[in-house]
């Protein structure tokens, strides 16, 4: 009788960290404290950068947008390898990218990375067992949630920037270019809190909150 043999994925914490500062990245790409690379996708789909600025790639699955930007790919670049360095460290708790007005530095929209690791993993040096294919599945459903994000976040009709923010243990070492940073808070945001994903040595939870102009209505 023949028998089936079924392959597990090995998860080492050196290999989630590279799948966690690589989501950042490309997440970040999708539209424009500390920062990281997943701002691109946010970057291109909430207009902080103009469309030109953006080439087609394939990632996950999914058509993604990369920015052609010397000085933001140098940014996101320098960025992703310190995020990657905390993560095998177990020291990043959170990564917020922020988005400003240009003009007041008003705060506009926050989205919110927090960052759970599996301490036995940090200590003991173990590893963890998860197919990639349902690391993928679970990430693209973040990605398909951050592009169709325009259809209910406020339109943003003005020039704007983004910081990105990171949250450490206060034993961490931080680079001298790197600077202590203000929270950036939304007063009385609106939020939306989309999927997670779990390499099952880091948890990522995702929230966008963001500034929202009310009218009276009579």
Same mark, same amino acid.
């Given at each position: 009788?023949?028998?089936?043999?079924?392959?597990?994925?090995?998860?080492?914490?050196?290999?989630?960290?590279?799948?966690?500062? $690589?989501? &950042?990245?490309?997440?970040?790409?999708?539209?424009?404290?500390?920062? &990281?690379?997943?701002?691109?996708?946010?970057?291109?789909?909430? @207009?902080?950068?103009? $469309?030109?600025?953006?080439?087609?790639?394939?990632?996950?699955?999914?058509?993604?947008? !990369?920015?052609?930007?010397?000085?933001?790919?140098? &940014?996101?670049?320098? !960025?992703? *390898? /310190?995020?990657?360095?905390?993560?095998?460290? @177990?020291?990043? /708790?959170?990564?917020?990218?922020? +988005?400003? *007005?240009? *003009?007041? =530095?008003?705060?506009?929209?926050?989205?919110?990375?927090? +960052? /759970?690791?599996?301490?036995?993993?940090? $200590?003991?040096?173990?590893?963890?067992?998860?197919?990639?294919?349902?690391?993928?599945?679970? +990430?693209?459903? +973040?990605?398909?949630? %951050?592009? =169709? =994000?325009?259809?209910?976040?406020?339109?943003?009709?003005?020039?704007?920037?983004?910081?990105? !923010?990171?949250?450490?243990?206060?034993?961490?070492?931080?680079?001298?270019?790197?600077? $202590?940073?203000?929270?950036?808070? %939304?007063?009385?945001?609106?939020?939306?809190?989309?999927? *997670? &994903?779990?390499?099952?040595?880091?948890?990522?939870?995702?929230?966008?909150?963001?500034?929202?102009?009310?009218?009276?209505?009579?």
């Amino acid at each position: 009788m023949a028998s089936k043999t079924v392959a597990k994925d090995i998860i080492t914490l050196r290999g989630s960290a590279a799948i966690v500062s $690589e989501f &950042f990245g490309y997440a970040a790409n999708r539209f424009g404290c500390w920062g &990281f690379f997943f701002s691109v996708s946010i970057l291109y789909n909430r @207009g902080v950068y103009p $469309e030109e600025s953006f080439a087609k790639v394939k990632k996950y699955g999914l058509p993604m947008l !990369l920015t052609h930007d010397e000085g933001v790919k140098s &940014f996101i670049a320098n !960025l992703t *390898s /310190q995020l990657s360095e905390w993560l095998e460290a @177990g020291k990043l /708790q959170r990564v917020v990218l922020v +988005i400003m *007005s240009k *003009s007041s =530095s008003e705060v506009l929209e926050r989205w919110n990375f927090s +960052i /759970q690791t599996d301490g036995e993993v940090v $200590e003991k040096g173990v590893s963890r067992e998860k197919s990639d294919k349902e690391i993928m599945r679970e +990430i693209q459903a +973040i990605m398909r949630q %951050i592009a =169709s =994000s325009i259809t209910y976040l406020p339109c943003l009709d003005e020039p704007c920037v983004f910081d990105v !923010l990171a949250y450490t243990d206060k034993d961490v070492s931080v680079p001298f270019t790197w600077i $202590e940073s203000d929270p950036k808070l %939304i007063a009385n945001p609106q939020m939306v809190k989309l999927h *997670s &994903f779990d390499t099952k040595i880091h948890k990522v939870g995702t929230l966008v909150s963001y500034k929202n102009d009310e009218w009276d209505e009579e």
